[in-house]
């Protein structure tokens, strides 16, 4: 996810992600949190001013905790007189001293957020979970403060008047931005009487710390679990490098000569893929889809609840019959029905799939003989059986050949095939942590694009996932400051960082957001790179996964971590041949999690509302098998709580544009400079500043058609 899958915004303003952090408010990331009594400030503070160090990138030497509550406070201080300035202007309200001067607002506010919100998804601690809980009600009402502001609203709706009768002309980018800040006002409230209003602050100010809360709980229960083994025949049939990996992860919890599992993607499921044992299967898979739901302190079942009424509450003060519709307003979609019968649509066709596919893997399980009926936590195992049995292909076979450092290699050429860009290692920009590396991102005349952060080690301060972000957005004279954050297979013993395919392509993923961040050349950052439709936002990450996995980039990139051959021709056939494997499970999984988020947030009263009652009534309604679960189930889709409320439909909508502009390669070349070009000016440029359509079928020559998904998914 910007995903983001993956990156969630502070609900005071639900609207777009990216758009609210410039303003402050509210900061761009994964779910928020905040820290503790500190000391007034000293004069050194290093958020106060720009930090001085190469590129203007954070100083994360010199930031310290006792930094971030000082530079928050300053910060909204800041913003306040640049917002009464605004209002006490006694010239005619005009784009530059009303829609400029707004977007321009809140430095420091930016600054701290961006390293803030940053540190608390993928690096956090007690004292900055604190932190964040304290900060988030204080952000919140500012955010409410400067939206529900009636001068400032009003100087607003006189540049929009003045534009909408011809006084002004506005360029294209002026026009979007301008209707993204009347939009931004309009669905915060800004029109409501007093009471409204007042209530409205109220609600806002809860829902920023619940969904902090809700985070928080999935990552403790998350952390709180270990999967200890003793005895090394429990171990039978997972892979060496799986058991150094756990073994290593032992040795970390004080363990020595015992082998650790965590709830971690990489390291439960390569468990479930392999593990004879079905015990500690149905254990690790019981512990992951339980999360949130434990009945112990970390549960999410009432805060879920409180959530969606307050959301309600919220749609129906704005004047819509609930959140989806508010959400949507503004998206592609338009409207909930719009991308409920895109998901319906699709999902006759998965389940379909996925039944064919759990009547294959329980022909197995027959022939083994047990008497043994398929559950939810054998379907890896034996698909994996069944991949070998199929396609002559163990995913064990192919890893060898996807080290960390070859796909990252890779993702660098592929991107200096298509755009001419290059990626430089740099050592002088100071990290958060050690783990991370950042590069020196330059154009083909050799300007400068901005910087990249890449932070791929799993650890426990940091939250599932796998999202992009950034510490600076990208505005006429500024470059970006991009980071992407996943958590990757680690080295172990003397193997290094090897990936599955999945993690390949999400490292492909996350990139094709940093290039939307990277490659951006708006003149306002309010509506740069990222911030766009959030049913858009995955058109750039997703159409990268395509390069990641095509025979013409493998043979460029995979190459044998040990004898550094190259990937053999009868491999990429494999992997190729399987292309379409296991789809029905991928794409009934996802469709049953996009469509819970979305039916939860089309419901119109609370009323009776049992979280477990209404999740487990919905997918007998669909007919979704035991066998699958939704990819999130409510208690632990974190998701919801950010940016992708009544939103997780996005990566399926966006896959519709990332199929057909894909084929737009397939017909003239991976590489072709003319549809690279075209991709990069119409689309990675572009940011928000033109309609997502339009700026589409300018690259495309017409509307996308669902073929080219239907066919990647298998569902054709």
């Not at 058991?243 to 709830?263: C, M, N, P, S």
């Not at 909930?336 to 064919?356: C, F, R, V």
């Not at 002088?428 to 590069?439: F, G, W």
Request: proline share 3%; hydrophobic share 40%.
């Amino acid at each position: 996810g910007v995903s983001w899958k993956r990156r969630a915004k502070n609900e005071s303003n639900i609207y777009n992600e990216k758009f609210m952090k410039n303003l402050v408010i509210a900061a761009a990331m994964t779910c928020m949190v905040c820290a503790c009594g500190q000391k007034p400030a000293e004069p050194e503070n290093p958020f106060f001013s720009e930090f001085q160090s190469p590129y203007g990138a954070p100083d994360f030497d010199r930031i310290q905790l006792a930094d971030y509550e000082p530079a928050f406070l300053k910060g909204i201080e800041q913003q306040n007189q640049e917002i009464k300035a605004i209002v006490e202007n006694p010239e005619a309200p005009t784009f530059e001293n009303t829609i400029v001067a707004l977007d321009n607002s809140g430095e420091i506010l930016n600054r701290v957020s961006g390293v803030f919100f940053a540190l608390t998804s993928a690096d956090t601690n007690d004292e900055l979970m604190a932190l964040e809980a304290k900060i988030a009600p204080m952000l919140s009402e500012h955010s409410d403060n400067i939206y529900l502001n009636e001068a400032l609203y009003q100087r607003v709706a006189k540049v929009c008047e003045q534009e909408k009768f011809g006084a002004i002309q506005l360029t294209t980018e002026q026009h979007y931005l301008l209707e993204k800040y009347r939009k931004a006002f309009e669905r915060s409230g800004a029109a409501l009487d007093k009471e409204k209003q007042a209530r409205l602050r109220e609600i806002n100010k809860q829902l920023s710390t619940l969904t902090i809360e809700f985070g928080n709980h999935v990552l403790a229960d998350n952390n709180d679990y270990l999967l200890v083994v003793d005895k090394k025949e429990d171990l039978a049939g997972l892979p060496d490098a799986v058991i150094a990996g756990a073994a290593q992860e032992a040795k970390a919890h004080g363990k020595d000569g015992k082998w650790v599992f965590t709830l971690q993607e990489s390291s439960r499921t390569p468990l479930l893929q392999y593990a004879q044992n079905r015990e500690l299967r149905k254990n690790i898979y019981q512990a992951y889809t339980s999360l949130g739901n434990r009945g112990n302190a970390n549960d999410n079942k009432e805060v879920l609840k409180k959530v969606l009424a307050l959301r309600l509450e919220k749609a129906q003060l704005m004047g819509f019959n609930n959140f989806a519709e508010y959400q949507l307003a503004d998206n592609m979609a338009k409207n909930p029905k719009n991308a409920l019968d895109l998901l319906y649509g699709l999902w006759e066709y998965s389940i379909k799939n996925a039944k064919a596919e759990a009547a294959e893997l329980q022909k197995i399980m027959d022939r083994e003989g047990k008497g043994e009926k398929l559950e939810a936590w054998d379907w890896w195992y034996y698909a994996e059986k069944l991949r070998q049995e199929k396609y002559d292909l163990n995913e064990d076979a192919i890893k060898p050949y996807f080290s960390q450092e070859d796909v990252h290699n890779g993702l660098c050429t592929v991107v200096n095939k298509l755009y001419g860009i290059t990626l430089t290692p740099c050592d002088s920009i100071s990290v958060y942590n050690k783990d991370v590396k950042t590069y020196i991102v330059k154009d083909a005349d050799d300007s400068l694009l901005g910087v990249f952060y890449s932070d791929y080690m799993p650890r426990a301060s940091k939250r599932s996932g796998a999202w992009m972000s950034n510490f600076r957005e990208q505005q006429e004279g500024v470059r970006p400051l991009i980071y992407n954050v996943a958590s990757f297979t680690k080295p172990a013993g003397d193997l290094p960082s090897l990936l599955t395919i999945d993690e390949a392509r999400t490292m492909y993923h996350e990139f094709g957001h940093a290039l939307h961040g990277l490659l951006t050349q708006c003149k306002y950052k309010g509506v740069s790179g990222t911030s766009v439709a959030q049913d858009f936002v995955e058109l750039p990450s997703q159409i990268m996964e395509h390069w990641a996995v095509s025979p013409e980039v493998l043979k460029m990139y995979a190459k044998h971590y040990q004898t550094r051959e190259a990937i053999p021709d009868s491999l990429i056939a494999k992997i190729e041949n399987q292309a379409l494997f296991n789809q029905g499970f991928m794409t009934t999984e996802l469709l049953a999690a996009a469509i819970l988020d979305m039916e939860m947030h089309c419901l119109t009263t609370m009323e009776g509302f049992d979280v477990l009652q209404f999740e487990k009534q919905l997918m007998d309604k669909l007919g979704l098998i035991p066998q699958v679960a939704p990819r999130y189930r409510s208690t632990y889709f974190n998701h919801i709580m950010g940016g992708y409320a009544a939103g997780y439909y996005s990566y399926i909508w966006a896959e519709r544009l990332d199929t057909d502009a894909f084929e737009a390669f397939k017909e003239h070349g991976l590489f072709d400079q003319a549809t690279a070009t075209s991709f990069r000016k119409n689309i990675l440029e572009k940011g928000g500043s033109d309609d997502p359509m339009k700026l589409y079928v300018t690259f495309r020559g017409a509307e996308p058609s669902l073929d080219a998904l239907l066919k990647t998914r298998g569902l054709k």
